[in-house]
C-alpha cells in the first residue's frame, strides 16, 4: 500500500514564524503536491512537483514556498506564517499527473495564533 | 478553468439505506477523469471510485456506484446499504491537468 506521511498532526506557530511541514511517501511517486482544505472550499492546490528540485505554482501559491531535494520528500514552507494560514494541509502523491489518482498523507491542521 | 460543484453540504441517511451525492462540473475537454474521495472523521483521504470519460459504462465498486452522465456534465455517487462507516466527507473531482475539488458534502450515516 501507498503510504504518505506528514510531520505532524497539529501545529501551533506565531505570526510571523517560520513553518515547515513535511510530506514522505514510500512508493517512488514522481508527482508530490501540497493543498489546503478548508470548509465549504474543498481542496486547493498550493504547489505541486513533478520531479526532485522542480516545482510548479498551484492556485494559491502566495505566501507559502516549496522544496523537493529527494524524490520522497515534499516540503510546504510558509515564510512569515498570517493568521489567515490557519487550515488544515493535505499532502498527496501520485505515479502520473494526468491520470493517476492521487494518495493522500493525513493532514496537519495548522494554526496560527 | 474547470469547477466542480457539489450542491448538498450535508446529508444524512439510515443505516442500510441508499443514498446518493450530487456532482456536477464545467469543462470544455472531451477527455478526463472524475474521481469520489471519501475522508472519514479524524482519518486519511482515500479514493473511493473513478471514471474514465471515454467509457460509457458507469464504475461501481463494491456497494459505490456512479451515474455518470457526460453531456449534463454530472457525476453522482451512489451508496447502497449504507453502513456507520461510510460516514465522512465526501469529494468530488475532476482531473484534465491537474485536479480540482468540489467543496465537498458531510454524509452522516444514521443508527
Known amino acids: 500500500d501507498v503510504k504518505v506521511t506528514q510531520s505532524s498532526r497539529y501545529l501551533v506557530k506565531r505570526t510571523g514564524e517560520k513553518v515547515f511541514l513535511e510530506c514522505v511517501q514510500d512508493?517512488?511517486?514522481?508527482?508530490m503536491f501540497w493543498y489546503r482544505q478548508d470548509p465549504g472550499l474543498g481542496l486547493r492546490l498550493i504547489y505541486f512537483?513533478?520531479?526532485?528540485?522542480?516545482?510548479e505554482k498551484g492556485d494559491i501559491p502566495e505566501g507559502y514556498s516549496v522544496s523537493r531535494e529527494k524524490k520522497e520528500r515534499f516540503s510546504l514552507i510558509l515564510e512569515s506564517a498570517s493568521t489567515n494560514q490557519t487550515s488544515m494541509y493535505l499532502c498527496?502523491?501520485?505515479?502520473?499527473?494526468?491520470?493517476?489518482?492521487?494518495?493522500f498523507g493525513p493532514g496537519t491542521r495548522l494554526t496560527v495564533t | 478553468a474547470q469547477t466542480v460543484t457539489q450542491s448538498q453540504p450535508e446529508m444524512s441517511v439510515q443505516e442500510a439505506e441508499t443514498v446518493t451525492l450530487s456532482c456536477t462540473y464545467d469543462?470544455?475537454?472531451?477527455?478526463?477523469?472524475l474521481f469520489w474521495y471519501k475522508q472519514p472523521p479524524s482519518r486519511q483521504m482515500i479514493l473511493v471510485i473513478r471514471?474514465?470519460?471515454?467509457?460509457?459504462q458507469n464504475a461501481t465498486e463494491n456497494r459505490f456506484s456512479v451515474n455518470f452522465q457526460k453531456a449534463a456534465k454530472s457525476f453522482s455517487l451512489k451508496i447502497s446499504d449504507s453502513q456507520l462507516g461510510d460516514t465522512a466527507m465526501y469529494f468530488c473531482?475532476?482531473?484534465?491537468?491537474?485536479?480540482?475539488f468540489g467543496a465537498g458534502t458531510r454524509l452522516t450515516v444514521k443508527p
Open positions: 512508493m517512488d511517486h514522481e508527482n
Open positions: 469543462t470544455s475537454e472531451n477527455n478526463y477523469y
Open positions: 471514471q474514465e470519460a471515454y467509457k460509457q
Open positions: 473531482a475532476f482531473m484534465k491537468n491537474d485536479m480540482r
Open positions: 498527496a502523491s501520485s505515479f502520473t499527473i494526468k491520470q493517476g489518482e492521487q494518495y
Open positions: 512537483s513533478y520531479d526532485v528540485k522542480m516545482k
